[in-house]
Structures are given as C-alpha cells and as structure tokens.
Nanobody, 118 residues
Framework: QVHVVESGGGLVQAGGSLRLSCAAS????????MGWYRQAPGKQRELVAR???????NYADSVKGRFTISRDNAKNTVYLQMNSLKPEDTAVYYC????????????WGQGTQVTVSS
C-alpha cells in the first residue's frame, strides 16, 4: 500500500507565492517519476510539472519560468514552488507518484486547493 499526501495549498493574492509538498509513504521498492497536476472547475486535469528520479523535469508552458519542481529522494517527497501566481492558476493541485513494487503503479494524492485572488 502506498500513501500520497499533499500539503501547502491555500489562498494567496496575485503575484504571491506558495510551496506545495507531496510525500509518498508505505511499502514499495522505489519511486520513479513524481508530478503535479491541476484541475480547475469545469476543466480537465492537466500536467503542471513532472520530475524523474534522475532529476529531469518538464513543465506546462503556462507555468514555465514561474514554477519550479524539485524532489528529495531520501524523503520520497516532491515540491512545487509557485511564484508570480495568477488567478488562472486557481485549481485543485494533485500529486501523482509512480511507485515500483512488483511492477510500476500510479498513485494519486487527495489534492490540495490553491486559490489566487486578483
């Protein structure tokens, strides 16, 4: 069983910053890719940023230059530093983890709300 828990969401004014954290725990051999996705009301869930266990990253065009994803492999934790936030960044942010057990499995966190006021 793998547990994925996000934290760090909240309400912030436009131009502000927030830092999200996501920790994976439980029984697994290793963690491969970790990523952040978001879903705004009435919209599909979309990739925000992703990082491999080797540190390679990719970002949605809409957040490049403003968001930074990083991870601490020793803690099985991924972070998302969000700067220069805009009202259109408002969404529920979800963490997705690829865990290796006897094969690779995907696990999602419960989500954390980020609200950016104008």
């Amino acid at each position: 069983q793998v547990h994925v828990v996000e934290s760090g969401g909240g309400l912030v004014q436009a131009g502000g910053s927030l830092r999200l954290s996501c920790a994976a725990s439980g029984t697994f051999f290793s963690i491969n890719a970790m990523g952040w996705y978001r879903q705004a009301p009435g919209k599909q869930r979309e990739l925000v940023a992703r990082i491999t266990n080797g540190g390679s990253t990719n970002y949605a065009d809409s957040v490049k230059g403003r968001f930074t994803i990083s991870r601490d492999n020793a803690k099985n934790t991924v972070y998302l530093q969000m700067n220069s936030l805009k009202p259109e960044d408002t969404a529920v942010y979800y963490c997705k983890v690829t865990a290796v057990l006897n094969s690779q499995y995907l696990y999602w966190g419960q989500g954390t709300q980020v609200t950016v006021s104008s």
